[in-house]
């Protein structure tokens, strides 16, 4: 079973999660499709009929990919980038810090 997604994709396989209920039944989900499930008393008769809603779904579907803006997520510290440019005792300081650095 092929199932295009799109002109350049081809899905061959469907990840289906089987659930067994209390009342001995068996649930089958299409994860892809998490809407998508059958109920049965055995799992292969829950596997058959998941697969037929499947097929049914995509004759009557299409699937496309869409793209979205990546948002950029500026670093909230960069507000304070440059702060002491300009200040002469941090620049004292960070000489100070640099040789005990150094020197350590």
Known sequence: MQYCLSKSKVVDNW???LESQDDGCTVATI????????????KQG?????????QER???AEIIQISLPKKTHENPL???????ENDS???EIMSEIRAERENN
């Open 15 to 17: 990840n289906i999660l």
């Open 31 to 42: 994860l892809e499709v998490p809407n998508l499930q059958s109920v049965d008393k055995t």
């Open 46 to 54: 829950a596997i058959e009929k998941v697969r037929q809603l499947l």
């Open 58 to 60: 995509l004759a009557k």
């Open 78 to 84: 960069m507000k304070f980038a440059g702060v002491f």
């Open 89 to 91: 005792d941090f620049q």
